[in-house]
């Protein structure tokens, strides 16, 4: 079990620290997850037209069409961990603002699919990226007072891109007839151009991401593991001041004595660190497979099961991303106060409940309003508890030297999840229809309570440095600074 460090206050943590600069820069870098919540789920909404355009039917090319951008998810994960280190972090931010802006405009201008394939890789290759760096960037800039809230902004931009995404979708499309035919869909506005726009707006708040990547400062703790201490300083003086810069500068380089310049993927074998990283990968692949991704990618099926049509279906959508939203919120006022054991177990209890109820809503035979209300039940649950704290647990687990290939290895593993949920979930509603589904999902829920009841630590309120050393089992280190 991975020992549980105690919150407590520390008086290293910069009195007035430089709330604009820091603020922006973390605005600025989790400008990253709003793309990839836009990226991620801007297909389930053009799915309804896309699908007609390609002809594809069966089950296996529309769960390949869905879940292909998870395997470029994939790559891009490999490739953050195996350059982040090397590189740093910034550089690989921007060259995902590049790929972002790059693939949604191919993706919206294909006329084979495999070429709207190959482009969503693309695309879920900067998801990749983006998903690794952003939440990870944010961590290792953050005064620890404040690393979990400036981390959830990841998921509150991740949020805002899911919602955007929906609004898009559904004021692009045009009203659909009830009863419209395939071949009527088809030749609509929708079925030609409607989603070829879904996809291409992505690239406004690429660009800006771009830009704004270019005037953030790299991250100190990167600067500092590659031997640019000077450099880290100046950026933690601009952050907090001079004393808190020191202070800062003397932990990390404590942690990385004797330590390698850059690690390869071998390295997280090594005994204390491979049980840090194992409990990484497990949380990230777990949290896919709690079942709140088939809600997203696959929103027309649920509600199609429920009885609505597909104009209902995308207004269903925004009220949904409405949910999520506000509930993100409510986490960003709660991560550094309840801390973050606290709110993945009440997340994990709640949706198992919650899931249990939505499939007897469906076995039932239950439709319209009832459905729409345990649906945005489940959203806010995990939008409120495990969807931010597992981006902040990655963030903040792993020590300073891995912390690249380590990220990159659980994030790995998330993406592994989601692709193996995204694509097995066609097949799965088809065998055992939507009740039975949700009740599998309530049963992997309640394996996840129990796991991280054993295996969750408490991070709140300690330094990266600190948690490292708590969670390797090292002796506390002695401040060289009176």
């Known amino acids: 079990m991975i020992p549980s460090p105690s919150s407590n206050n520390h008086d290293r943590e910069p009195a007035a620290y430089n709330r604009v600069f820091v603020w922006t820069v973390c605005l600025v870098a989790a400008l990253g997850g709003l793309l990839f919540g836009y ?107 404040i690393r979990g809230k400036l981390v959830s902004l990841n998921q509150l931009n991740i949020v805002i891109g899911i919602v955007l995404a929906q609004v898009v979708n559904w004021l692009v499309a045009q009203p659909v007839a009830a009863g419209a035919t395939a071949a009527e869909i088809l030749n609509s506005w929708n079925g030609q151009q409607g989603w070829r726009w879904m996809f291409c707006l992505t690239a406004a708040p690429s660009v800006l991401f771009l830009l704004g990547m270019v005037f953030v400062p790299e991250s100190p703790r990167w600067l500092i593991k590659n031997g640019q201490p000077q450099k880290a300083q100046a950026i933690l003086t601009r952050l907090g001041g001079a004393a808190f810069a020191a202070q800062s500068v003397a932990e990390v380089e404590a942690t990385l004595v004797n330590e390698i310049q850059h690690v390869n993927f071998r390295d997280l074998l090594e005994p204390g660190i491979r049980r840090i990283v194992g409990f990484g990968m497990l949380l990230a692949f777990i949290v896919q497979w709690c079942g709140i991704n088939v809600i997203f990618y696959y929103t027309k099926d649920v509600f199609a099961a429920a009885g609505y049509n597909i104009s209902g279906i995308l207004l269903n959508i925004i009220i949904v991303g409405a949910t999520n939203l506000v509930f993100t919120f409510v986490a960003l006022q709660t991560v550094d106060r309840l801390g973050r054991r606290w709110l993945t177990l009440t997340g994990w209890a709640g949706l198992t409940v919650i899931f249990i109820a939505m499939g007897c809503c469906f076995h039932a035979g239950v439709t319209g309003l009832p459905v729409v209300i345990v649906v945005m039940a489940a959203i806010g649950c995990y939008a409120a508890t495990i969807a931010p704290m597992c981006w902040v647990t990655l963030a903040e687990i792993f020590p300073n030297r891995i912390r690249g290939a380590a990220m990159a290895t659980a994030v790995l593993a998330l993406w592994m999840g989601n692709f193996t949920l995204t694509y097995a979930f066609p097949s799965m509603l088809a065998r055992f229809g939507a009740a039975g589904v949700f009740w599998i999902f309530a049963g992997l829920c309640a394996v996840g309570y129990l796991l991280m009841h054993a295996k969750l630590p408490e991070t709140k309120g300690k330094t990266l440095e600190e948690i490292e050393i708590q969670l390797m089992g090292l002796p506390p280190r002695k401040s060289n600074t009176p």
């Not at 069966?58 to 292909?68: F, L, M, N, P, V």
Request: net charge neutral; with cysteine.
């Open 39 to 145: 990226d991620w789920v801007v297909i389930s909404g053009a799915d309804i037209f896309y699908e007609r355009f390609f002809a594809l039917t069966s089950a296996t090319d529309i769960g390949w069409a869905k879940s292909c951008a998870l395997a470029g998810c994939l790559v891009g994960s490999l490739v953050a961990g195996v350059l982040s280190d090397k590189f740093g972090r910034k550089r690989l931010l921007i060259l995902s603002a590049v790929l972002f802006t790059v693939s949604s405009l191919a993706t919206g201008l294909a006329n084979t699919f495999p070429a709207f394939v190959a482009w969503r890789i693309v695309g879920g290759a900067a998801i990749g990226l983006a998903s690794n760096l952003s939440p990870m960037y944010i961590a290792e800039i953050a005064p620890a007072a």
